[in-house]
């Protein structure tokens, strides 16, 4: 039977366990979440089209090109989310263990038949001009698979609900699997997402302070020596020098985050107008639909719309960590870990585009223009309406 | 006590909302608080020079006719940004506009999608933001369709450009010559040319280029990145460029040209090729050219913007007699007996003969072995003076004198000293052998040619090894092998021969024939120094160059090149003999029969044997003679392959004359005489380039809205033409600013 599930907080065991009966659903879906994720989407929706009209116009293609493919990816990305919702959230623990794994041959899959864009090679192009970027899954993936692991795997300190020492390494050793992996496309971005997301999971698995205390102290360890020993790329190494000196070289590497700044700072409070912002209109900001895409709501809405889109990340938060609160440990695992990577993800982007972060390559979750982000993104909004639907009860019914 | 779940949850909480708050404080401090806000910078956005050409000064006539106008053409032009910004994307407007142009609506979406790589021909090549043009010279009924209804054609524009225009048609077209694009040698030699201007190519236009032009406005707009225009910088207005007013008058050279058709066909009738024709009318007290026409000629408006591959073919092909050369300036003939006055010239002033003396014209003479006659072995049986000589023409009378002076020249050279060659150094002081000096270029004014010793042994120096080979080889390419035979027999002579010059050369060159030619205006000009009283003058066409407010900025004077080195008498004297007579005496005089001013005219006619064609026929003339003895004009003609100076120039000057002077036919030049005073130039009043138009369509505002389409102001069909009248000179039709950027298709 299909709603037929196994007990979440049961210990993983080969061979048959106890089926549980299914829950009745006692809340509904989370409006307010729906809500706000599909404003950012639709936000985005009119600032890829503000982006792309005029040069796609000059290129002499339909102005409205990347508006009408933006608005597909949010059909299919409500769709995946309505499919993810509905998702028994105790089929997690064979759903994470696959999402991860799945996920993981994907960006293995990278390194045979991937392509390189913008320096990165971390994508698949798949038949019909679509491309894949499995490092977007692997966020989600991530965070579903620890999510499982540490509810799974409680190691010895069964009691306290805490982890052991061997569940951290298993933990550290899944993190870092994707992360090397990603480091190596070099996708440096990705890779401080999912840095960041699982170093929120560790923290809301209750991982002792020395144990995430340590790993700060090891990653600024790593960083540095990265930097030092030349494992970064160069046009890596590039941003981040922009990063510490913007006026340094105005025309190369720190073009983007010069003309970004131009124009969000000439958006002032109420921004210039849609279609109005002479840098958006001009062009002047590259890849302006994708990672620069907060430039356009700086430039022509002003701090009203580009601080809506914060309050509105904010809002999806509070919800995300609203949902933590009540579910069961996996849930909660699972839901902190979408509020860290949306979190730390809009802070990286939007950071960078205030001139507060390094450039890296980072879609704004939901906004900016991009498939493979916004269909894992929504497949996380789906799970946590899915954690909020079934993971009503506090304590596994045993 | 709070669960640790819930503690961790919080610092969760906290952890994420300081990073949100971080952004937000950033995002306040960026666009609200930042006292050093980051303004769009200069150097990103680029300024785009583009010159506004200035419309060509006019030529006109010494009356103020105009010569060479300006003539509005309407470009219809398309902006493919506001076009694309219609909800159908323009659509509709192209259909429609499809229509009225009559070009299929896919070629013009065709046209005007700017190249790439995935573009294929035909597309535009210019700027993305220039608007394209999809009609040039669109017709009225295309311009009205368009400008009426504004509201159905966005981003259609009417662009008035000026182009040269010819009111006259072939109306002196040689003298005027043409305009063509400048091209990258004309930018490279002069770094202010740039490709929206126009160059004059000959002529006029080309001799008085720099003050014709005008200077060229500039717009400087901000572009963007991407090329397109966020705003005008500047706009500096263009300088049309000035009138020229030139010595021609336009009714006379119209006469002239019709004498040359009408004798051309009255010519071909009797039977005679009369491939080509020349007349030169000039005033010979101040040197100014009233009139210079050649047959065959041309239209000059076939060059107006760039000349067609057919037309040009047309053009130059043989059968055509190359329409393009000015043969009344840029002609060369042998001069027949009109270069007797250069020989008597010589004759009286070396004091080999005297006025009153008389000297044998017999039928035929032996000069050097070989038996020269005179024109149709006539003679009068006794001997004459100088002036019945020149008055019959008699040309053994001269080849005695050319003959002695030969030997006597040969005597010298014998004796180790230098020729005397008299006959060459008058020819020389009356112009033959240097460039006339006419206000034209270099390349459009012959200077006429005649041969001495130096340069034959020079020639036959350089070309030595050719005859000798052409002599061996004979000439297996010609087909008739009559002229086979002359030209390798030539050929043979001059191998072994070619250095010598003979008492035949100098005889030949007595009666204006062998190596010696002139062009017609070279011989006006020694004609001219003869009635004048001996001034050799350096001709003119222009007279006074006149700005667009009016003003005369220069004037134009004809320079004196040389006194001829004879005496006033003596000139007087050759101008009395050859004045015509009642009666038939002077050769030439026929044709002027029934004129009431027969006996105010003189002249020389002139019949020149060109080997293997018919001869050329000459007539130099002047009159009317006033008290003073002097001439109001000098007018000499020429018809190649015409025949007799009698019967071919002679008719054609006749008719020119009566022209001139109002007999028989309506006067063309008031008071039948060269006009005198220069004409007033009023002011141009459209010329003003201060284009309604800041900025040309297609570019987009920066601030703060673009707003609904702004179609580009145009002169509308409805604004009234400025008045082409006779004396409104100035360009006609106003002076659009048109940004021609980019390649031109």
Same mark, same amino acid.
Request: with cysteine; charged share 15%; net charge positive.
């Given at each position: ?88 959230? /105790? ?221 509105? %990340? ?85 | ?127 993305? %933001? ?101 705003? !005008? ?9 000035? !009138? ?185 002081? %009356? ?179 060109? %080997? ?19 001439? /109001? ?66 570019? /987009? ?45």
């Amino acid at each position: 039977m299909t709603l037929l599930a196994r007990d979440p907080a049961a210990p993983m065991r080969l061979g048959p366990s106890r089926v549980l009966r299914p829950q009745r659903i006692r809340r509904g879906i989370d409006v307010v979440l729906c809500v706000t994720t599909l404003a950012l989407a639709l936000i985005g929706a009119v600032l890829v089209w503000s982006a792309t009209r005029s040069r796609l116009a000059d290129e002499g293609s339909n102005p409205q090109g990347y508006l009408y493919r933006h608005l597909g990816n949010v059909g299919i990305g409500v769709a995946l989310a309505i499919i993810a919702a509905r998702v028994d959230v /105790r089929r997690l623990r064979t759903i994470g263990p696959l999402l991860y794994l799945g996920s993981l041959l994907g960006l293995l899959a990278v390194f045979a038949v991937g392509t390189t864009i913008n320096g990165a090679h971390a994508w698949i192009m798949l038949p019909g001009g679509m491309e894949l970027q499995p490092s977007e899954f692997m966020k989600l993936g991530l965070i579903a698979g620890l999510a499982v692991m540490f509810t799974q795997w409680r190691g010895s300190d069964r009691a306290m609900l805490r982890p052991a020492t061997p569940d951290i390494l298993l933990a550290i050793g899944l993190i870092t699997v994707p992360l090397v992996l990603i480091m190596l496309q070099p996708d440096l971005g990705s890779a401080m997402v999912l840095a960041a997301t699982a170093f929120g999971l560790l923290i809301a698995a209750d991982v002792p302070a020395r144990w995430t205390l340590g790993l700060i102290a090891v990653g600024a360890l790593g960083v540095f020596l990265a930097i030092k020993s030349g494992v970064l790329a160069d046009y890596q190494l590039a941003r981040f020098r922009v990063f510490a000196n913007p006026g340094h070289d105005p025309r190369g590497a720190a073009y983007n985050v010069t003309q970004a700044r131009i124009a969000i700072a000439n958006g002032g409070l109420f921004g210039r107008g849609l279609f109005q912002g002479p840098q958006t209109r001009g062009a002047f900001v590259p890849e302006q639909q994708t990672d620069f895409v907060y430039s356009v709501a700086g430039e022509e809405f002003g701090l009203l719309g580009a601080g809506l889109i914060i309050v509105l %990340f904010a809002v999806l938060c509070w919800r995300g960590l609203r949902i933590a609160a009540r579910a069961d440990r996996t849930g909660r695992l699972l839901a902190v870990g979408v509020v860290c990577w949306f979190a730390f993800q809009a802070f990286q982007n939007i950071g960078m585009n205030l001139g507060l972060t390094p450039v890296t390559g980072l879609p704004l979750p939901f906004v900016s223009y991009g498939g493979s982000s916004m269909f894992a993104q929504s497949l996380a909004v789906g799970l946590l309406i899915a954690v909020d639907r079934y993971a009503t009860t506090r304590r596994p019914v045993v | 006590m709070a669960e640790p779940r819930t503690r961790r949850l919080s610092v969760i909480g906290i952890l994420v909302a300081s990073l949100l708050l971080t952004l937000f404080g950033r995002l306040y401090y960026v666009q609200v608080l930042d006292p050093h806000k980051p303004k769009q910078t200069a150097d990103l956005l680029h300024q785009g020079q583009f010159a506004v050409p200035a419309p060509r000064g006019q030529i006109v006539d010494a009356t103020g006719r105009p010569l060479v106008t300006n003539r509005p053409t309407h470009a219809v032009t398309v902006d493919r940004e506001t076009l694309l910004e219609q909800p159908d994307q323009g659509a509709a407007v192209l259909a429609r506009l499809a229509k009225v142009l009559g070009t299929p609506e896919r070629d013009l979406a065709q046209e005007i999608t700017p190249c790439g790589v995935h573009v294929p021909s035909p597309c535009w090549t210019g700027e993305p %933001f220039q608007p394209v043009p999809v009609a040039t010279d669109a017709s009225t009924a295309t311009v009205l369709a368009i400008s009426e209804h504004r509201e159905l054609y966005p981003g259609v524009a009417v662009q008035t450009q000026t182009v040269r225009d010819y009111p006259g048609g072939t109306l002196a077209a040689h003298v005027l010559g043409y305009t063509g694009a400048v091209s990258a040698d004309d930018e490279k030699h002069d770094p202010k040319l740039n490709d929206a201007d126009t160059i004059g190519r000959s002529g006029l236009e080309e001799q008085y280029d720099s003050v014709l032009r005008g200077t060229d406005g500039a717009q400087v707009l901000q572009l963007n990145p991407q090329g397109y225009s966020v705003g !005008t910088v500047s706009d500096i207005p263009a300088q049309p460029g000035d !009138t020229l007013v030139t010595s021609l008058d336009r009714n006379v050279q119209s006469l002239a040209e019709q004498s040359i058709r009408a004798q051309i066909a009255a010519s071909r009738k009797a039977g005679k090729p009369a491939t080509s024709a020349a007349l030169v009318v000039m005033d010979p007290n101040t040197g100014r050219i009233v009139a210079a026409a050649s047959y065959p000629t041309y239209d000059p408006q076939v060059f107006v913007g760039g000349i067609s591959v057919a037309d040009y073919r047309k053009l130059t092909a043989p059968s055509a007699h190359d329409p393009l050369v000015s043969r009344a300036i840029a002609g060369q003939y042998a001069p027949g007996s009109t270069f007797k006055l250069i020989t008597s010239s010589s004759i009286i002033m070396h004091h080999e003969a005297t006025l009153g003396g008389t000297y044998p014209c017999p039928p035929s003479l032996s000069v050097d072995g070989r038996v020269k006659t005179n024109f149709e072995s006539e003679s009068p049986g006794f001997p004459l003076t100088l002036g019945q000589a020149l008055k019959i023409s008699c040309d053994t009378w001269f080849y005695a004198f050319a003959a002695n002076e030969y030997y006597a020249d040969q005597q010298r050279t014998d004796a180790g000293k230098k020729p005397n060659e008299y006959l060459q150094h008058m020819a020389s002081s %009356f112009g033959v052998g240097t460039p006339p000096g006419v206000d034209l270029p270099a390349d459009e004014q012959a200077s006429g040619s005649y041969a001495d010793r130096e340069t034959r042994l020079a020639r036959w120096k350089a070309n030595r090894t050719k005859y000798c080979a052409d002599a061996k080889r004979g000439f297996p390419d010609e087909p008739n092998p009559a002229q086979r035979a002359f030209l390798t027999k030539l050929a043979a002579e001059n191998c072994t021969d070619g250095w010598r010059y003979r008492a035949g050369d100098n005889a030949d060159m007595a009666i204006g024939q062998g190596e010696t030619t002139l062009s017609p205006l070279q011989l006006a000009v020694a004609y001219s120094a003869m009635i004048n009283g001996g001034t050799l003058w350096r001709p003119t066409l222009g007279r006074a160059v006149v700005d667009a407010h009016g003003k005369v900025v220069r004037e134009i004077n004809p320079t004196v090149k040389a006194k001829v080195p004879v005496s006033r008498s003596v000139l007087k004297y050759f101008a009395n003999q050859l004045r015509f007579t009642p009666d038939h005496s002077v050769s030439g005089a026929l044709a002027f029969d029934t004129a009431p001013y027969k006996t105010g005219i003189g002249g020389k006619t002139g019949t020149a044997e060109v %080997f293997g064609q018919q001869d050329t026929s000459w007539l130099a003339s002047w009159g009317p003679v006033g008290a003073s003895g002097k001439a /109001r004009f000098v007018v000499v003609g020429m018809v190649e392959q015409g025949g007799t100076g009698a019967s071919s120039a002679a008719p054609m000057v006749r008719k020119v004359y009566d022209g001139l002077l109002g007999a028989g036919r309506p006067q063309v030049l008031a008071g039948g005489r060269p006009e005198a005073t220069l004409p007033t130039i009023t002011p141009a009043a459209q010329v003003t380039t201060s284009a309604p138009r800041s900025q040309p369509a297609g570019t /987009r505002p920066a601030s703060p809205t673009r707003g609904p389409v702004s179609p580009s102001p145009t002169r509308g069909p409805g604004s009234p033409s400025p008045a082409r009248g006779p004396v409104s000179p100035g360009p006609s039709g106003t002076p659009d600013v048109t940004p021609t950027f980019g390649p031109r298709r």
